[in-house]
């Protein structure tokens, strides 16, 4: 434990990691605020590098004394923060830690992110995806950064059980088969059966699954609107927490 004042000049290396090339140069990341650091402690607290402390906080971090902690004044951890108002606590984390941890056996599904851009979406269906039994979601490499700290934000711990990475195509061969995939020319969810184990695919919110990858599924679902319906398109969590539910009920 330092308990030492953050500098500025590591002030200065810790805010480039709001940016992906920062995160990849030094292969580090941020988990922000008391909820998602407490989840990280309790699932993987081998991740943490430091913490960094708002000065100015009253809570007692004494059972954190295993940790190399470092204290920031209000102005410097707002710098650090990604989030508009900057939370109490941050901890700074080994992407090659977390990238080193064993994959789990599936005997069901797993999930694949094609082009979903939005960390807030993202991180969302990781969340969902523990709560419905998924043990693994995969991400194209046109998908948000896995270690965008919105994203990391929204999955509320869930990024450290559920095993996340991204694959690209010369890798996607590795997947359960069938292939089964979310697009507007699917038959109706309602007369779909969803076969015991395989791949669930879910694409960019504007655009669906890119064509190259329809091509290659083996079946395709959608999820009908009502018929007094004037909303432009389901949210791509909401739409994967719907087919999620489905595969998980069967």
């Known amino acids: 434990m330092f308990n030492e004042l953050l500098t500025k000049n590591h002030a200065k290396i810790l805010s ?20 998602s650091v407490s989840e990280l402690i309790t699932s ?14 009253a809570t007692d971090y004494s059972a954190l004394d295993n940790f190399n902690i470092f204290r920031a004044e209000d102005e410097t951890m707002s710098k650090v923060s990604s989030m508009s108002t900057p939370p109490g606590i ?22 694949y992110l094609d082009d979903v851009r939005d960390p807030g979406n993202a991180g969302t269906i990781i969340r969902t995806a523990e709560w419905f039994g998924f043990k693994k979601v995969f991400f194209s490499p046109g998908s948000i950064d ?7 934000q929204a999955t509320m ?6 095993f996340c990475r991204e694959m690209d195509e010369s890798s996607m061969d590795t997947l359960p088969r069938p292939w ?6 699917g038959k109706s969810l309602a007369e779909f059966k969803f076969p015991p184990t395989g791949t669930l695919f879910v ?13 290659k599924l083996d079946s395709m679902v959608r999820i009908d609107e009502s018929s007094t319906n004037r909303a432009e398109s389901l949210n791509v969590g909401m739409a994967t927490a719907i087919l999620m539910y489905e595969i998980a009920k069967r």
């Open 180 to 185: 089964v995939g979310a697009t507007l020319d």
């Open 44 to 57: 993987a607290p081998h991740l943490v590098k430091e913490l960094i402390i708002r000065k100015s906080m």
């Open 90 to 111: 941050i901890a700074i984390c080994s992407m090659a830690g977390y990238l080193e941890s064993d994959e789990p056996d599936c005997d069901k599904y797993v999930l």
């Open 146 to 152: 896995l270690f965008h700290p919105k994203l990391i």
């Open 203 to 215: 694409g960019n919110e504007s655009n669906g699954i890119t064509p190259y990858l329809v091509q």
């Open 16 to 35: 480039s990691l709001h940016l992906k090339k920062f995160r990849q140069k030094y292969q580090l990341f941020t988990v922000e605020g008391e909820k």
């Open 157 to 162: 711990g869930s990024f450290f059980r559920v």
